[in-house]
């Protein structure tokens, strides 16, 4: 299997070679290779993925994780050190399919939506360095090669956010982006550093001989990368860096902010599941209020937002928070025992992927169309953008859950595990679910039904994106149609047992029925041209509304905790005492040499009888000392 | 017989006197009478130990006059000095000459 | 001769031949000869050093070299190196290198300038082959005072201010070094200056070394801005020339490191031991603290050298951890700060050379009117604050675990706030970029600017070229670094 180190190695060259070469190469070459390269990728790893499934399972029934190639980087003395290499097993394989799907479709759906701009050569560039570090990131055979393509993951997505970088809120965006998960990253360092120190390697197995001492800091160790997978994967109440990288282009936004990236965390949690199952539920556990917290307040916050791409934001939050309290809920190996969560997580991974790079993708389409991302420039958009309009529909479906589509397989998985660990926790989530349906057709409707802006629209009428953007959402719609059939539990379940997914009726009833309800609340508040009930029910709750619109004011506090606290308590201070304090008293001593040096100075009056005076003294003081000794 | 005890006396007053004199004044010609004062009393010093410790032998006389031909050499060029301070600045205030110190 | 000795000796032929050069071409010309003979001996030193490694070479240092040359105090000129020093004398190298052409611009008193610079350079390079604690410290003084005067004549700013300041600050260090190589010479009771002989007698007793060892640690730990000895810093690298900066920062901090780690560390251990706590506070001190000062500066160079402070606080920190995973770092950590503060003062020096302001606040937009040095700009960033593929990242990691290796409260609570000086760094360095390099150029001054010319390219290209190949390939340097460490540490801790 030695051909897959051109899975990274590959996009690593166009990155080198677009980025070096830069303008020199006219665009058309750079998105030509650029999307071959990625193209090839692909390929590779569905050949891989091929491969790796159809070898078929060992004696114990569990497909076998394969190192294709491992080599020491760096070494850190003793038994620790920094492998890169290239590990295949059922997640693994399953993510290098998804990311090489939707990064290729972002390729090809670029070529028509950058098409013209400035630094079409960097983009094409960046994108190689994402879909790189991506790879690296899920297919590492270690948890510091995961860290350090975390790390790379995380600079290409600051790259891309800002490729605009002349305008302010892209600079301010990219920033936070970065920011806030190098915060969360911190936590994920120091857990990586306990869980080698203790376990005495990085590996995502270690030796269970060594685990005596590992075993009460071992919840830590995972507690703190949680931590780190909290950041990227957006979990309350370090999202705050998802809606504003919607600054990005949005192709971008899909690919990285919504089907690869952001799961990243969620991915972290699955590749440590053994470790957290056989060692800290309780922390699994936390993780999983942590996820329905996020989940509940993301999806009540899209509810409201007028900016569509900050509605699909909130949406992956929400959805992001659906995969962890999946994962959350497990409370053992077992998938018929209370595993079944792990099969689910991974399951709505796949599928969110698809189903929402395709909604982030339409919603570029129509930015593309009407040059505004606020839903008033918009609505009775139907007519113009069929293609579009029709592949939205397909996703919104299936993120609302509906038979026969991706999403609803996937969710029912989620909210059955939910319910095997607690009614309440299922309650939660399904009634999420319910408000999932709703903000998703309000989106809906408020962009292609409703009240059309008729000014905007005869200024500049709305037309269909070329081909190039409505292949890749024709295919993802496709692959939202048929991938709930796919028999997912044979190839990830919690234990690597083939497992049948089976359909919980009595979970599926009422999660299609408050679905439903949602979708018909949504379509009976916003179908019409005018929204009586949604204004007077704005009005009414105001207070919560605006709350919610302004994102519960979680910002706000941020903005007060960096500036107010970090910048004007911490770093103004230290550096004024820096100035003042610790410099001030090197100048005071300069001074007081200096002051002195003049006062001893002065004795030199230049007057030789004062010299004389001060000598005859001392000849006299001399001669007294000589007599009274 | 004079003894010896009284030209040492005479030559202390002389020498403290000169010393005094040099400290004191603040006209460079007085300082230069105080330091011929402090030479002089040195060379009576000088002839009177010859003359009583030592009879019969010549170093003190011939350093006396040493001495005294130095002096008047030394006044010679002091005096030359204090004449060109005086053309040029017409002051021998030792306070007011503070442009020799720089 | 020994071919550890060219290392100096090439600088001074270098001050022979400006000395007689006419015009700014010869001058040039005998400075690109000069520094490309250094950098290629240095690269072949490294693959000699490994290829001698590699055939089984024992011994602590090898080319090893000594003649007498003052016979009351046994004072010898001995030279030898280990894979610390043959690391540093790539990185003086390379930043001599590229230092040259950083200053190709120079307009006045060329000839004056780099003669000072050329005996800067016989300084460091003697410094670091040095095993002679009397020869290492007056290489050291000989790097020292060529500063005085390339700031004080060629600065910019407060420059005579900074010039003094600085001077007089590592003066007050090398006093205390001075004192301190006496009082190991005398306490030992040994009757040479060799490092490897005194570390192999290990006999000075430990009321002596309580005594010396604060004393050396401090004289070296001021070259290396060791809180609060470290506010020649800002100034002086504000003040100072491109070159010098790049030289002083890149290669003249390290100095205080390698010092410590070789002079304080090595020959007073039991010490070392005992004190290392006092010490381990304000490094971690210097690490946090400079960070934060970073934050809110206004001046390019002021934010570059609170970082230098923080980059070469965490240096100081990782040697006092002793163990040979951290001191591997450390070692690390001085090659990769090196280079990227010399990238750092490089570019800043050009941008401050076509705008004439180091003032973020009316900088901005420089990405669209100088793409090249702007791009560079980000690559010495995204180093700085540690991104996998560059070099920063490696030597952190590695100070990291190291740090993490001591299996107390104490350490690890440090280690975790030194930790933290990942994040406060990515705020600055971000801050930093989003202000002056993105947005729009609000200044109309400023569009008629023109991008890096050919020299400026080289030099940046060649820094880059080498934070990128330790980034990516750090295994060989960790290597060699380590097995030199290694012994080092032994010695300590036994």
């Given at each position: 299997m030695d051909y897959t180190v051109l899975i990274l190695l590959l996009p690593f060259l166009s990155f080198i070679l677009l980025g070096l070469l830069g303008t020199k190469l006219k665009p058309v070459v750079a998105g030509v290779a650029g999307t071959a390269v990625t193209g090839i990728v692909a390929v590779l790893c569905y050949a891989t993925a091929w491969m790796y499934f159809s070898a078929g399972r060992d004696a114990s029934g569990v497909f076998p994780q394969v190192i294709a190639w491992n080599s020491e980087w760096l070494p850190f003395g003793g038994n620790l050190h920094i492998d890169l290499g290239f590990m295949l097993d059922p997640i693994s394989v399953m993510m290098l399919v998804v990311i090489s799907t939707v990064s290729l479709m972002v390729h090809i759906y670029s070529f028509g939506y950058m098409k013209g701009e400035r630094g079409f050569q960097r983009y094409y560039a960046f994108l190689s360095l994402f879909t790189m570090s991506m790879l690296g990131l899920v297919v590492a055979t270690n948890i510091f090669q995961m860290y350090i393509f975390w790390e790379l993951v995380g600079v290409s997505s600051y790259l891309l956010i800002g490729f605009y970088y002349t305008r302010k809120e892209a600079i301010a965006a990219s920033k936070k982006a970065f920011i806030?998960?190098?915060?969360?990253?911190?936590?994920?360092?120091?857990?990586?550093?306990?869980?080698?120190?203790?376990?005495?390697?990085?590996?995502?197995?270690?030796?269970?001989?060594?685990?005596?001492?590992?075993?009460?800091?071992?919840?830590?160790?995972?507690?703190?990368?949680?931590?780190?997978?909290?950041?990227?994967?957006?979990?309350?109440p370090l999202h705050i860096w998802l809606p504003d990288a919607m600054e990005g282009p949005t192709p971008v936004s899909a690919l990285i902010h919504a089907a690869t990236m952001v799961v990243a965390g969620v991915y972290l949690v699955a590749r440590m599941f053994p470790l957290f199952i056989g060692y800290a539920p309780e922390v699994l556990h936390i993780t999983a209020y942590v996820g329905a917290f996020t989940a509940l307040y993301a999806a009540v916050v899209a509810c409201v937002q007028s900016d569509i791409k900050r509605v699909l934001a909130f949406s992956t939050i929400s959805q992001i928070g659906f995969m962890i309290v999946a994962l959350g809920v497990c409370t053992s190996a077992d998938p018929h025992e209370g595993g079944l969560g792990y099969m689910a997580s991974m399951f709505h991974l796949f599928t969110h992927a698809m189903f929402k790079a395709l909604l982030f993708l339409g919603a570029g389409c129509i930015i593309h169309a009407v040059h505004s991302n606020e839903m008033s420039a918009m609505g009775g958009l139907r007519k113009y953008m069929p293609v579009t309009h029709v592949t939205f529909l397909v996703a919104c479906l299936a993120i609302a859950g509906i038979w026969p589509l991706s999403g609803f397989f996937s969710k029912d998985e989620i909210l059955a595990a939910c319910f095997r660990f607690s009614p309440v926790m299922g309650g939660i989530m399904t009634f999420i679910a319910g408000l999932t349906a709703f903000y998703m057709f309000r989106l809906y409707y408020c962009i292609f039904w409703g009240k059309e802006n008729k000014e905007l629209h005869a200024e500049h009428t709305p037309h269909e994106a070329p081909k190039s953007m409505t292949f890749p959402l024709m295919f993802l719609a496709v692959v939202t149609l048929v991938a709930g059939f796919i028999p997912f539990g044979h190839f990830v379940s919690s234990d690597g047992r083939a497992y049948d997914i089976h359909i919980d009726s009595d979970v599926a009833a009422l999660s299609l029925c408050i679905a439903v309800a949602g979708i018909l609340i949504a379509t009976w508040m916003y179908l019409r041209e005018d929204r009586k009930v949604a204004d007077s029910l704005a009005t009414k709750f105001s207070g919560l509304h605006k709350a919610a619109y302004h994102r519960f004011y979680i910002d706000e506090i941020y903005q007060f905790i960096t500036h107010r606290i970090i910048f004007a308590c911490i770093s103004t201070p230290i550096a004024w005492f820096d100035r003042h304090v610790v410099d001030g008293f090197m100048n005071m001593l300069a001074t007081v040499t200096q002051k002195s040096s003049w006062g001893i100075r002065q004795m030199q009056s230049g007057y030789i009888q004062r010299y004389c005076i001060w000598f005859l003294g001392g000849a006299l003081g001399l001669v007294v000392l000589l007599l009274v000794i | 017989m004079i003894q010896m005890e009284f030209y040492l006396v005479v030559s202390t007053i002389m020498m403290f006197v000169g010393i005094y004199g040099f400290l004191t004044r603040r006209n460079l010609l007085a300082m230069l009478i105080s330091v011929e004062l402090i030479l002089n009393s040195v060379d009576i010093n000088f002839a009177v130990f010859n003359r009583f410790l030592f009879p019969g032998e010549l170093e003190g006389f011939f350093f006396s006059l040493f001495a005294i031909g130095i002096s008047a050499a030394e006044t010679a060029v002091a005096i030359a000095i204090i004449i060109n301070i005086y053309r040029n600045m017409k002051n021998i205030q030792v306070k007011n000459l503070r442009d020799m110190k720089w | 001769m020994n071919i550890l000795s060219l290392f100096p000796a090439i600088p001074l032929i270098m001050m022979l031949g400006l000395w007689v050069s006419r015009n700014t071409r010869q001058i040039h010309a005998v400075m690109v000869t000069g520094a490309s003979a250094l950098l290629v001996l240095a690269v072949w030193l490294v693959l000699h050093y490994l290829g001698l490694r590699a055939g089984g070479a024992e011994g602590e240092m090898l080319l090893t070299d000594s003649f007498m040359w003052y016979a009351p105090l046994n004072i010898h000129y001995s030279v030898g190196v280990d894979g610390i020093s043959v690391a540093m004398l790539l990185l003086s190298a390379i930043i001599v290198f590229t230092g040259t052409f950083a200053?190709?611009?120079?307009?006045?008193?060329?000839?004056?300038?780099?003669?000072?610079?050329?005996?800067?350079?016989?300084?460091?390079?003697?410094?670091?082959?040095?095993?002679?604690?009397?020869?290492?410290?007056?290489?050291?003084?000989?790097?020292?005072?060529?500063?005085?005067?390339?700031?004080?004549?060629?600065?910019?700013?407060?420059?005579?201010?900074?010039?003094?300041?600085?001077?007089?600050?590592?003066?007050?260090?090398?006093?205390?070094?001075l004192i301190g190589i006496l009082g190991i010479y005398f306490g030992s009771?040994?009757?040479?200056?060799?490092?490897?002989?005194?570390?192999?007698?290990?006999?000075?007793?430990?009321?002596?070394?309580?005594?010396?060892?604060?004393?050396?640690?401090?004289?070296?730990?001021?070259?290396?801005?060791?809180?609060?000895?470290?506010?020649?810093?800002?100034?002086?690298?504000?003040?100072?020339?491109?070159?010098?900066?790049?030289?002083?920062?890149?290669?003249?901090?390290?100095?205080?490191?390698?010092?410590?780690?070789?002079?304080?560390?090595?020959?007073?251990?039991?010490?070392?031991?005992?004190?290392?706590?006092?010490?381990?506070?304000?490094?971690?001190?210097?690490?946090?603290?400079?960070?934060?000062?970073?934050?809110?500066?206004?001046?390019?160079?002021?934010?570059?050298?609170?970082?230098?402070?923080?980059?070469?606080?965490?240096?100081?920190?990782?040697?006092?951890?002793?163990?040979?995973?951290?001191?591997?770092?450390?070692?690390?950590?001085?090659?990769?700060?090196?280079?990227?503060?010399?990238?750092?003062?490089?570019?800043?020096?050009?941008?401050?050379?076509?705008?004439?302001?180091?003032?973020?606040?009316?900088?901005?937009?420089?990405?669209?009117?100088?793409?090249?040095?702007?791009?560079?700009?980000?690559?010495?960033?995204?180093?700085?604050?540690?991104?996998?593929?560059?070099?920063?990242?490696?030597?952190?990691?590695?100070?990291?675990?190291?740090?993490?290796?001591?299996?107390?409260?104490?350490?690890?609570?440090?280690?975790?706030?030194?930790?933290?000086?990942?994040?406060?760094?990515?705020?600055?360095?971000?801050?930093?970029?989003?202000?002056?390099?993105?947005?729009?150029?609000?200044?109309?001054?400023?569009?008629?600017?023109?991008?890096?010319?050919?020299?400026?390219?080289?030099?940046?290209?060649?820094?880059?070229?080498?934070?990128?190949?330790?980034g990516l390939a750090p295994m060989w340097m960790s290597d060699m670094i380590h097995g030199s460490v290694t012994s080092v540490i032994a010695n300590i801790l036994n």
């Amino acid at each position: 299997m030695d051909y897959t180190v051109l899975i990274l190695l590959l996009p690593f060259l166009s990155f080198i070679l677009l980025g070096l070469l830069g303008t020199k190469l006219k665009p058309v070459v750079a998105g030509v290779a650029g999307t071959a390269v990625t193209g090839i990728v692909a390929v590779l790893c569905y050949a891989t993925a091929w491969m790796y499934f159809s070898a078929g399972r060992d004696a114990s029934g569990v497909f076998p994780q394969v190192i294709a190639w491992n080599s020491e980087w760096l070494p850190f003395g003793g038994n620790l050190h920094i492998d890169l290499g290239f590990m295949l097993d059922p997640i693994s394989v399953m993510m290098l399919v998804v990311i090489s799907t939707v990064s290729l479709m972002v390729h090809i759906y670029s070529f028509g939506y950058m098409k013209g701009e400035r630094g079409f050569q960097r983009y094409y560039a960046f994108l190689s360095l994402f879909t790189m570090s991506m790879l690296g990131l899920v297919v590492a055979t270690n948890i510091f090669q995961m860290y350090i393509f975390w790390e790379l993951v995380g600079v290409s997505s600051y790259l891309l956010i800002g490729f605009y970088y002349t305008r302010k809120e892209a600079i301010a965006a990219s920033k936070k982006a970065f920011i806030v998960t190098r915060f969360a990253d911190l936590g994920f360092l120091v857990g990586i550093l306990i869980y080698g120190f203790y376990t005495g390697s990085f590996s995502f197995t270690p030796d269970s001989a060594v685990m005596g001492a590992a075993r009460t800091m071992l919840p830590l160790a995972l507690g703190l990368m949680f931590i780190g997978g909290a950041g990227k994967s957006a979990m309350f109440p370090l999202h705050i860096w998802l809606p504003d990288a919607m600054e990005g282009p949005t192709p971008v936004s899909a690919l990285i902010h919504a089907a690869t990236m952001v799961v990243a965390g969620v991915y972290l949690v699955a590749r440590m599941f053994p470790l957290f199952i056989g060692y800290a539920p309780e922390v699994l556990h936390i993780t999983a209020y942590v996820g329905a917290f996020t989940a509940l307040y993301a999806a009540v916050v899209a509810c409201v937002q007028s900016d569509i791409k900050r509605v699909l934001a909130f949406s992956t939050i929400s959805q992001i928070g659906f995969m962890i309290v999946a994962l959350g809920v497990c409370t053992s190996a077992d998938p018929h025992e209370g595993g079944l969560g792990y099969m689910a997580s991974m399951f709505h991974l796949f599928t969110h992927a698809m189903f929402k790079a395709l909604l982030f993708l339409g919603a570029g389409c129509i930015i593309h169309a009407v040059h505004s991302n606020e839903m008033s420039a918009m609505g009775g958009l139907r007519k113009y953008m069929p293609v579009t309009h029709v592949t939205f529909l397909v996703a919104c479906l299936a993120i609302a859950g509906i038979w026969p589509l991706s999403g609803f397989f996937s969710k029912d998985e989620i909210l059955a595990a939910c319910f095997r660990f607690s009614p309440v926790m299922g309650g939660i989530m399904t009634f999420i679910a319910g408000l999932t349906a709703f903000y998703m057709f309000r989106l809906y409707y408020c962009i292609f039904w409703g009240k059309e802006n008729k000014e905007l629209h005869a200024e500049h009428t709305p037309h269909e994106a070329p081909k190039s953007m409505t292949f890749p959402l024709m295919f993802l719609a496709v692959v939202t149609l048929v991938a709930g059939f796919i028999p997912f539990g044979h190839f990830v379940s919690s234990d690597g047992r083939a497992y049948d997914i089976h359909i919980d009726s009595d979970v599926a009833a009422l999660s299609l029925c408050i679905a439903v309800a949602g979708i018909l609340i949504a379509t009976w508040m916003y179908l019409r041209e005018d929204r009586k009930v949604a204004d007077s029910l704005a009005t009414k709750f105001s207070g919560l509304h605006k709350a919610a619109y302004h994102r519960f004011y979680i910002d706000e506090i941020y903005q007060f905790i960096t500036h107010r606290i970090i910048f004007a308590c911490i770093s103004t201070p230290i550096a004024w005492f820096d100035r003042h304090v610790v410099d001030g008293f090197m100048n005071m001593l300069a001074t007081v040499t200096q002051k002195s040096s003049w006062g001893i100075r002065q004795m030199q009056s230049g007057y030789i009888q004062r010299y004389c005076i001060w000598f005859l003294g001392g000849a006299l003081g001399l001669v007294v000392l000589l007599l009274v000794i | 017989m004079i003894q010896m005890e009284f030209y040492l006396v005479v030559s202390t007053i002389m020498m403290f006197v000169g010393i005094y004199g040099f400290l004191t004044r603040r006209n460079l010609l007085a300082m230069l009478i105080s330091v011929e004062l402090i030479l002089n009393s040195v060379d009576i010093n000088f002839a009177v130990f010859n003359r009583f410790l030592f009879p019969g032998e010549l170093e003190g006389f011939f350093f006396s006059l040493f001495a005294i031909g130095i002096s008047a050499a030394e006044t010679a060029v002091a005096i030359a000095i204090i004449i060109n301070i005086y053309r040029n600045m017409k002051n021998i205030q030792v306070k007011n000459l503070r442009d020799m110190k720089w | 001769m020994n071919i550890l000795s060219l290392f100096p000796a090439i600088p001074l032929i270098m001050m022979l031949g400006l000395w007689v050069s006419r015009n700014t071409r010869q001058i040039h010309a005998v400075m690109v000869t000069g520094a490309s003979a250094l950098l290629v001996l240095a690269v072949w030193l490294v693959l000699h050093y490994l290829g001698l490694r590699a055939g089984g070479a024992e011994g602590e240092m090898l080319l090893t070299d000594s003649f007498m040359w003052y016979a009351p105090l046994n004072i010898h000129y001995s030279v030898g190196v280990d894979g610390i020093s043959v690391a540093m004398l790539l990185l003086s190298a390379i930043i001599v290198f590229t230092g040259t052409f950083a200053s190709w611009q120079m307009k006045t008193d060329v000839k004056e300038f780099f003669m000072w610079f050329c005996l800067l350079s016989v300084g460091v390079f003697g410094f670091f082959i040095s095993i002679d604690l009397f020869t290492m410290f007056m290489f050291y003084e000989v790097a020292l005072i060529p500063m005085y005067l390339l700031i004080g004549v060629w600065g910019s700013g407060r420059k005579e201010y900074s010039a003094m300041k600085l001077t007089l600050m590592l003066m007050g260090g090398s006093a205390l070094l001075l004192i301190g190589i006496l009082g190991i010479y005398f306490g030992s009771g040994a009757t040479t200056m060799n490092i490897l002989e005194i570390a192999q007698m290990h006999n000075i007793p430990m009321n002596l070394q309580r005594i010396w060892f604060p004393i050396i640690f401090i004289g070296f730990g001021v070259l290396g801005a060791l809180f609060p000895f470290h506010t020649w810093s800002p100034d002086g690298h504000a003040s100072a020339p491109t070159a010098v900066s790049m030289l002083h920062a890149g290669v003249l901090m390290k100095l205080g490191g390698y010092g410590c780690f070789r002079v304080a560390m090595y020959l007073l251990p039991e010490a070392a031991q005992e004190l290392s706590w006092i010490f381990i506070i304000l490094t971690t001190i210097s690490v946090v603290y400079g960070a934060f000062s970073a934050c809110v500066q206004t001046d390019l160079k002021y934010i570059n050298a609170y970082s230098s402070v923080s980059h070469c606080g965490l240096v100081l920190f990782a040697i006092l951890m002793m163990n040979a995973t951290a001191a591997t770092g450390a070692v690390l950590q001085m090659l990769s700060h090196g280079l990227m503060t010399a990238l750092f003062f490089a570019l800043i020096g050009m941008i401050y050379g076509r705008t004439h302001t180091r003032d973020i606040r009316e900088l901005s937009g420089l990405m669209r009117i100088m793409p090249f040095l702007s791009v560079c700009y980000v690559i010495a960033g995204l180093a700085n604050l540690g991104l996998p593929g560059l070099s920063g990242f490696v030597a952190e990691m590695t100070i990291f675990n190291g740090a993490f290796m001591n299996n107390d409260t104490f350490h690890r609570v440090v280690t975790i706030i030194a930790c933290t000086s990942i994040v406060i760094t990515a705020v600055y360095i971000l801050r930093l970029i989003g202000k002056i390099l993105y947005g729009t150029c609000t200044n109309p001054e400023h569009l008629k600017l023109t991008d890096a010319t050919w020299d400026e390219k080289l030099a940046v290209v060649v820094l880059i070229i080498a934070i990128a190949g330790l980034g990516l390939a750090p295994m060989w340097m960790s290597d060699m670094i380590h097995g030199s460490v290694t012994s080092v540490i032994a010695n300590i801790l036994n």
